[in-house]
């Protein structure tokens, strides 16, 4: 049977905006986004002769349609006519509902996987549309490396590539809902934006310094008290250590730092996961397809 490995990489927002809510009930977004190193390893197959099928290290992750690996190799078939006998082995290596898009990376994962394994030769555009109906951050997670998303997350601009660092993660042990977070949104006017044109100057600049200092995500206004603690404390460490610029990625909570030193990317990585079970140290890389 025709087999592929293909590696679904984290992603981080450098920057997060919400520009309003939207009639159909999402919201425009403007975020520049990168790619790290940390990633899940999937194994697709074609051609079992049985409807889609995910397994993972993970057994409380769903295995049938509500998970985004499968609803993308259902939504590829679909849009190429062919039947869907697609059996897909995940190892976890992101943290689930982390603010990573963990999902979402499996389901452009497979979407490239499969546009490999079975020589269709569709463009990463493609590729990106039929993800869209699996998430807003699907599009994204097809092309990787540094670029903005607008819109829904649907709308790209690859950008000069952040230059190389370090990157510490955080996971503080609490999760989130998105639609909560997007609600507590709607209701408050939102007293602080990132520098978005800021950032996009110092990427055209190749100035690592100038977008770790403006970076900023819209929902770290809107925690719960306690919460919001939890992350403003984690960015603390992360600066105190050498990080160059700290924040959250997506609905969080995962907390982000990036170094230029690797000596100091270590010593905050130890020191953060004396606390933190789920704390790892990676790089930043360019466009995956
Ligand atoms: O598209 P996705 O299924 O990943 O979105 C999850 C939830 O996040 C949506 O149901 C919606 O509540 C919220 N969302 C939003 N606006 C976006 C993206 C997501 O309101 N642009």
Redesign the pocket.
């Known amino acids: 049977m025709p087999a592929i490995e293909s590696n679904a990489y984290a992603k981080l927002n450098l920057t997060l905006d919400v520009l309003g809510r939207r009639p159909d009930?999402?919201?425009d977004?403007c975020m520049v986004m990168q790619t790290v190193s940390l990633c899940d390893h999937l194994l697709l197959e074609y051609g079992t002769g049985m409807p889609v099928q995910v397994r993972s290290n993970l057994e409380y992750l769903p295995t049938g349609g509500s998970n985004l690996a499968a609803a993308a190799a259902l939504r590829l078939c679909e849009a190429i006519g062919r039947e869907c006998g697609v059996s897909i082995a995940i190892q976890k290596g992101i943290p689930v509902c982390a603010g990573l898009a963990g999902g979402s990376a499996d389901a452009a994962a497979v979407l490239r996987g499969l546009n490999q394994l079975l020589s269709l030769g569709l463009s990463w555009e493609r590729l990106a549309e039929i993800g869209q109906r699996v998430?807003?951050?699907v599009p994204y997670c097809v092309l990787g490396g540094t670029a903005l998303a607008e819109g829904?997350?649907e709308t790209l601009t690859p950008l000069n590539s952040l230059p190389s660092c370090w990157v510490v993660l955080c996971k503080p042990n609490f999760s989130i809902s998105?639609?909560e977070l997007?609600g507590r949104l709607d209701s408050v006017h939102i007293r602080c934006r990132p520098d978005t044109a800021g950032v996009l100057a110092a990427l055209d600049h190749g100035d690592l310094m100038g977008v770790a200092q403006r970076m900023y995500n819209v929902f770290e206004d809107v925690l719960p008290e306690r919460r919001g603690a939890e992350v403003a404390e984690i960015k603390n460490t992360l600066i105190q250590q050498g990080a160059l610029g700290a924040s959250m990625s997506g609905t969080g909570p995962t907390v982000f730092g990036l170094f230029d030193q690797r000596s100091q990317a270590g010593a905050a990585f130890r020191i953060l996961r004396e606390s933190y079970r789920e704390t790892y140290l990676a790089e930043t890389i360019g466009q995956v397809l």
Do not use: V
């Open positions: 009930g999402y919201h977004m998430g807003s951050d829904r997350g998105t639609p997007f």
